[in-house]
C-alpha cells in the first residue's frame, strides 16, 4: 500500500514555544494510526497542521502532493476531513442540514442526492432519528457522532480525530468509539489523537508517543503497550493504565 499521508520534520511555534518540533511520520492507506501522549504534548498541534488549521515549517504531502499553499476548504474537496475536540456542529442548523451543507457547498452535490447520503450516514451512526433535531437536544456523544457523520459526508479518504472523546461523560464515550472501531474495521484510513489506551490497543495498527513535541516512541501497540522501549514512554503509560 502507498503512503496517503506523509510529514517530514514537522515544526509548530506559537510565538516564542515550540509546539512540534521536528516530527515525522507516514500513513498507508487503510492504516490507522493512532498519537498519545500527556496534554500539551504536541499532539493536536500535529493534526492542526495537517489539515491546514495551523501554520508550520516542514513538509506535509497529501496524495503525494504538499498540502503547504492549499487551503482547508480545498484539503477538505480533496478527501482530507477533521472531527476536532469538541464536536463543532452549527448549533443554528439541524442534524441534516449540519450534514448536506458541505457536500452541496464544496462538491456541488444535488439537495436530494446529499439529503439521501446524510440519511444513510445517521443510520451508520445510529442517529437515524435525530434527523430534523437541532443539535442543543442531542446528548454531547450524539453531537459527536453526528460531527463523525458530516466528515463521512465528505467520502474522505483520511480522518483525522482531534481527542474525540475527551469532551464527554464517561457513559457517552463508548457509543462514539464504537463507531470509530467499526469504520476502521471498513479500513478507514486515520489519525487519531486519543487518551483512550484501550481503544488505541484495540483498534490501532501503530501507536505514536508524543512528549514535548518530539516523536519518542512509534510501533505495534503491541509493543508500545506492553514493553515500551523509551523511559519516557514508560512513564507515561504507568500513569495512565
Known amino acids: 500500500m502507498s503512503d ?4 517530514n520534520q514537522l515544526s509548530v511555534h506559537y510565538g516564542g514555544i515550540q509546539a512540534v518540533r521536528d ?5 498507508k492507506e487503510g492504516e490507522q494510526t493512532t498519537l498519545i501522549g500527556a496534554n500539551g504534548a504536541g499532539k493536536s498541534s500535529t493534526v492542526r497542521a495537517i489539515t491546514g488549521l495551523e501554520p508550520f515549517s516542514g513538509e506535509i504531502l497529501f496524495n503525494g502532493k504538499p498540502i503547504r499553499k492549499r487551503r482547508a476548504e480545498s484539503l477538505l474537496r480533496e478527501g482530507l476531513v477533521m472531527v476536532p475536540e469538541g464536536r463543532g ?15 452541496m ?3 456541488g452535490m444535488a439537495r436530494a442526492e446529499a439529503t439521501h447520503l446524510a440519511e444513510e450516514l445517521l443510520a451508520k451512526v445510529g442517529l437515524s432519528d435525530k434527523r430534523d433535531a437541532w443539535p442543543s437536544s442531542l446528548s454531547g456523544g450524539q453531537q459527536q457522532r453526528v460531527a463523525i457523520a458530516r466528515a463521512l ?3 474522505p479518504s483520511i480522518m483525522l480525530f482531534d481527542e ?3 469532551a464527554l461523560d464517561p457513559e ?15 479500513g478507514m484510513t486515520m489519525v487519531i489523537v486519543t487518551h483512550e489506551m484501550g481503544f488505541a490497543r484495540e483498534v490501532a495498527d501503530r501507536v505514536i508517543f508524543i512528549d514535548q513535541g518530539v516523536i519518542q516512541e512509534e510501533g505495534k501497540p503491541g509493543q508500545i503497550f506492553s514493553a515500551p522501549s523509551n523511559p519516557r514512554t514508560a512513564a507515561f503509560l504507568s500513569k495512565v493504565l
Open 4 to 7: 496517503l499521508l506523509t510529514v
Open 23 to 27: 516530527v515525522s511520520f507516514s500513513v
Open 89 to 103: 456542529i452549527f448549533a443554528r442548523m439541524t442534524v441534516l442540514e449540519n450534514l448536506i451543507m458541505a457536500p
Open 105 to 107: 457547498s464544496l462538491r
Open 153 to 155: 459526508a465528505m467520502k
Open 164 to 166: 474525540p472523546t475527551s
Open 172 to 186: 457517552l464515550v463508548g457509543d462514539v468509539l464504537e463507531v470509530m472501531k467499526n469504520l476502521a474495521s471498513e
